[in-house]
């Protein structure tokens, strides 16, 4: 599959590059990207819940009433869940929701995400670029000039590039992203993908699958 490359005004460059099969052309594996989207919300839940239960509710175990001739159920102390200020039943506790994956499904899901992209049209490939100065603005006339302003975009590098990161941090429908920490949910989150020519060869390697030329 080739797609020509763009530079940051939006024009062709008379390259392109050839995205593998192995990858951007697979049949896409729904339940592996589900498990691996819904393993990443997972491990962002904090799970630090909790609720005192009887046993740690602070008060008197007197027993409040005599066990029998009152007409109603018995009752060992205030700390029951039954009286008001009583503990908790069943209520949350502190809990770890992370579960684990398999590095295989992880990479189908990851391979799957991208695949989607390139069957809906929705990724593109930007020459490599560099801004002199974080700057929002200048980040904003590349999202311009790549008509994806009003579009929930994710932009793939090939390395850490602090001015580039820092430029689109005040956008809220853009991310920037280097190729080795790309995540099922991010890909499949945005609505358009945009990655490095650089970064197209790392992503390649990282599916240490052979780089076509």
Do not use: C
């Not at 990443?40 to 909790?50: P, V």
């Not at 009286?83 to 295989?104: A, E, M």
């Amino acid at each position: 599959m080739k797609v020509n490359v763009k530079n940051i005004k939006g024009e062709d460059t008379g390259k392109s590059v050839e995205l593998i099969d192995d990858i951007y052309a697979i049949e896409p594996n729904d339940h592996a990207v589900y498990l691996d989207v819904k393993q990443y919300l997972a491990n962002q839940r904090q799970g630090t819940h909790k609720a005192k239960e009887r046993a740690e509710i602070a008060g008197s175990t007197k027993k409040i009433k005599r066990q029998k001739g009152t007409g109603t159920a018995r009752a060992g102390s205030m700390k029951s869940p039954i009286f008001r200020g009583g503990g908790r039943i069943f209520g949350p506790r502190v809990r770890d929701y992370g579960f684990k994956l398999n590095r295989k499904l992880k990479k189908l899901a990851r391979k799957s995400a991208l695949a989607y992209k390139a069957k809906d049209e929705k990724l593109t490939v930007l020459e490599g670029f560099n801004l002199d100065a974080p700057k929002t603005k200048s980040f904003l006339e590349i999202l311009n000039a790549l008509s994806l302003q009003n579009e929930k975009t994710l932009f793939v590098l090939e390395g850490a590039n602090d001015n580039v990161f820092l430029s689109s941090r005040n956008i809220p429908n853009a991310k920037v992203v280097i190729a080795d920490k790309i995540n099922t949910y991010e890909i499949m989150n945005a609505t358009h993908l945009v990655i490095s020519e650089a970064a197209v060869e790392k992503i390649e390697s990282m599916f240490n699958t052979k780089v076509a030329v």
